[in-house]
């Protein structure tokens, strides 16, 4: 079973610019989430999908932030303008849905990341 | 919202040794506690889980043990290995129905001295 595929795995722009980043998930897992590290410092949430659908995107920082997931499939993150302070490592993670009634939280199997350095 | 407090930030120790890793989380509600890997240039890899339902669970030379009195829950590693050398990441989350995002700790970098 191929794992969560991100590209690029770095990505170097100049303040102002745009960039996106992808996300495959593993095949099959309705939940996509986004997370990013900034300067070594926690891991902290973005937004989380359920196919299609963001279920929760308390964790985007600003309107310079949109995520898709057209189809449920892939997901992409765009960053429109880039900031310095966007700099960091972004992380995209996917898990299954749980069992129908059981409300357990499934685990989060996470991609190598998108290193994103802002000029 | 959901604290996690990760100690030590740093820790070394002598091959063959156990490591212990601590994190403590500030809401009651959090019912999972995954602890991540990250070796450099990867991306976090789910080592061990779990429910807040057990107290305890091992899988081979690896252990986390939950008080949800305390609310902290801890990583040992016995018979540290070289290869055990990386970032480590405690992590809290609620229960599902719509809202499973992770609250993680800092990370502990782990060093194993042969």
């Known amino acids: 079973e191929a794992g969560v595929t991100q590209f690029p795995s770095h990505s170097v722009i100049e303040k102002g610019q745009t960039v996106t980043l992808r996300c495959d998930p593993i095949s099959g897992h309705d939940n996509l989430y986004w997370y990013r590290r900034v300067m070594g410092k926690e891991i902290k949430f973005l937004l989380h999908f359920v196919k299609e659908s963001k279920q929760d995107e308390s964790g985007m920082p600003n309107n310079r932030f949109l995520a898709e997931r057209t189809g449920g499939t892939y997901s992409t993150l765009k960053v429109q303008p880039a900031e310095l302070e966007d700099s960091g490592v972004y992380f995209c993670a996917s898990s299954p849905r749980s069992p129908s009634g059981t409300g357990l939280n499934q685990p989060q199997h996470f991609g190598d990341g998108t290193r994103l350095s802002i000029l | ?114």
């Open chain 2, 1 to 114: 919202g959901e604290n996690v407090e990760q100690h030590p930030s740093t820790l070394s120790v002598q091959e063959g040794d156990s490591a212990v890793i601590k994190c403590t989380y500030s809401d009651s509600a959090s019912n999972y506690f995954p602890w991540y890997k990250q070796e450099l240039g990867k991306g976090p890899q789910l080592i061990i889980d779990i429910r807040s339902n057990v107290g305890e669970k091992k899988d081979q030379r690896i252990a986390v043990t939950l008080n949800k009195t305390a609310k902290h829950f801890s990583l040992h590693i016995t018979e540290t290995q070289p290869e055990d050398s990386a970032v480590y990441f405690c992590a809290a989350s609620r229960r599902n129905f719509g809202n499973e995002k992770l609250t993680f700790g800092t990370g502990t970098r782990l060093t194993i001295i042969p």
